[in-house]
């Protein structure tokens, strides 16, 4: 017997080129200030701070975001070259 499916990959209908990635992007960078904010007040409330850690963590939340987002969607696919044109 033949297997008569496709191989390529299925894509939801309505989606547009790119929109999976922008929603990849969006809700890391919304999730990462909510979870480590959350974490934060988390730690208030047990030290009895008053919004210390809530500050540091979505601080941290906000710049983890963005690294991530970096790693995952900011680097070229190319090496680099140098000024002569090889790789090095």
């Known amino acids: 017997m033949t ?35 959350f974490v934060g007040w988390g730690l208030d409330r047990l030290l009895g701070t008053s919004r210390v850690f809530l500050a540091l963590g979505v601080l941290m939340g906000v710049v983890l975001s963005f690294y991530i987002v970096y790693a995952r969607h900011g680097r070229s696919e190319t090496r680099p070259t140098d000024r002569s044109g090889s790789e090095p």
Not at 18 to 32: D, K, N, P, R, Y
Request: hydrophobic share 35%; no cysteine; proline share 9%.
């Open 3 to 37: 297997d008569t499916r496709d191989s390529r990959p299925r894509r939801r209908p309505g989606l547009v080129e790119g929109e999976g990635v922008a929603w990849s992007v969006m809700s890391t960078l919304v999730a990462g200030p909510l979870v480590y904010g």
